[in-house]
């Protein structure tokens, strides 16, 4: 019998053994390959469906985002309206998502209407026709919002901060403008298409509670396509980072702040050093006790939240530290910043501290790994990144294991003032 007089034990997180649920694994009569997690109490399900067809294979700037967005406004069989009645008869939703490897079609439904919604997602992705009545609103809302979005400070410096570091023409640092909204044709869609959905690469991720017949319910609807399986290998393209390093630019002459970003290239999940300067990050600004939180928020007031993340591409990828703060102050939080590199670069991290991180990165993790879709997403990551899951458990085991020496080193290499560009958009 339990002692309730007496208080249970106190485990630390990084005490915890995680473990990833395996993936099941089948290939569809065409070869396209379908990951599943047959998991979770609640008769629910979520499809995603992973073209490789981001703006880094378009020839024409918007054409993968716009090709993708119009999926659901009208194919040869049904019309915008009935495609989103299809949906909402069932309760069920479908999204789509462009980015710039890959581009996502979504379903989530219940399990017993799964039958009943495939057929409409297969029309989404093999019968598309992209009217002209429907990219005539899309063009006019996509430049509405575009223009609205370019007045605030904080969107055009995440926009610029990525050209800087990876070069304008780059697909990470290339951006939509409202002359390429002008540009776009219905034809130049219908050739992204048909060489990007129709005849393009496509892994299929599922999860949730699945009905005995799943493999022969998508053979049956998506098996006899001619999208094939990927490669998971990308179009590579070549990086031409600005020579110039320190920018302020005048969006907005009546803003009362400033939208800061300091950010740097920095090595993918593939390099040795990415594993163990996640937890680095952490520590310097990637949770809410961070040292960046800590200094530039709690004691000095500058801001009301900075903190510094790694802009995870699958080419390369970016450490980038953002924030808002007042126009008199903006000058003095870089200083911070740098100030806070360097003490990570020139102090031990203290015992206290690095156990905080360690056991605030491992609950996470566990939350996580809490329900079927959250278990998929951490597979899928793995998988699009052409990783194993061995990349999981070593993932873990350099948050456990890593020491105040290795991070300080980390820092010296990477946290350097000289390697970021700093840029301000009033």
């Known amino acids: 019998m339990i002692n309730r007089t007496q208080p249970p ?119 598309s026709i992209f009217p002209e009545q429907e990219m005539d609103i899309f063009r006019q809302n996509s430049k509405q919002r575009l223009k609205v979005n370019l007045q605030k400070c904080e969107f055009v410096a995440g926009r610029m901060i990525d050209a ?20 776009l044709t219905s034809d130049d869609l219908k050739a992204f298409y048909k060489k990007y959905y129709q005849e393009g690469q496509c892994a299929i991720f599922i999860s949730g509670k699945l009905p005995a017949d799943i493999q022969q319910l998508l053979n049956t609807h998506f098996g006899k396509l001619s999208i094939t399986k990927p490669s998971f290998s990308t179009k590579k ?5 600005s020579p110039q390093k320190k920018f302020r630019i005048e969006n907005d002459v009546n803003s ?42 709690e004691e000095k007031g500058y801001t ?31 200083t911070e910043v740098y100030k806070e590199m360097q003490l990570l670069r020139k102090k031990l991290v203290d015992e206290e501290e690095l156990l905080l991180v360690k056991n605030f990165m491992i609950g996470s993790i566990l939350g ?31 948050i456990k294991t890593v020491t105040a020496e290795e991070l300080q080193a980390l820092a010296q290499k990477y946290l350097q003032p000289e390697n970021f560009y700093e840029l301000v958009v009033y």
Not at 237 to 241: A, G, H, I, L
Not at 313 to 326: D, F, L, Y
Not at 377 to 384: M, P, V, Y
């Open 304 to 334: 009301y939240g900075i903190h510094s993340y790694f802009q995870n591409h699958i080419q390369q990828s970016a450490w980038i530290i953002s924030t808002e703060a007042g126009k008199d102050v903006c000058e003095a939080t870089i």
């Open 368 to 398: 996580d790994l809490d329900g079927p879709f959250q278990i998929m997403a951490k597979w899928k990551n793995i998988i699009l990144n052409d990783l194993d899951g061995k990349y999981f458990y070593e993932s873990v085991d350099a």
């Open 164 to 183: 800087f570091i990876y070069g304008e023409e780059h697909p990470y640092g290339k951006y939509t403008n409202v002359d390429d909204l002008d540009e």
């Open 9 to 127: 034990a106190i485990i630390d997180a990084v005490d915890f053994n995680l473990s990833l649920k395996p993936y099941e694994h089948f290939t569809l009569d065409n070869g396209v390959p379908v990951y599943m997690i047959n998991a979770g109490a609640q008769d629910v399900i979520q499809i995603e469906w992973v073209f490789f067809a981001g703006n880094c294979y378009e020839q024409k700037s918007s054409v993968a985002a716009a090709t993708n967005f119009l999926l659901k406004n009208g194919t040869s069989n049904r019309t915008a309206f009935q495609i989103n009645e299809d949906f909402e008869y069932y309760g069920a939703y479908s999204n789509r998502s462009c980015y710039n490897e890959t581009a996502v079609v979504t379903l989530h439904t219940l399990t017993k209407y799964l039958d009943k919604l495939l057929p409409v997602v297969n029309d989404m992705v093999s019968n």
């Open 237 to 241: 393209t070549n990086v031409f980072p």
């Open 256 to 297: 009362v702040q400033g939208a800061i970003r300091i950010g740097s290239a920095f090595p993918n999940r593939h390099h040795a050093d990415f594993k163990k300067a996640v937890v680095l990050n952490n520590i310097f600004g990637g949770f809410f006790g961070s040292r960046l939180m800590s200094n530039i928020r």
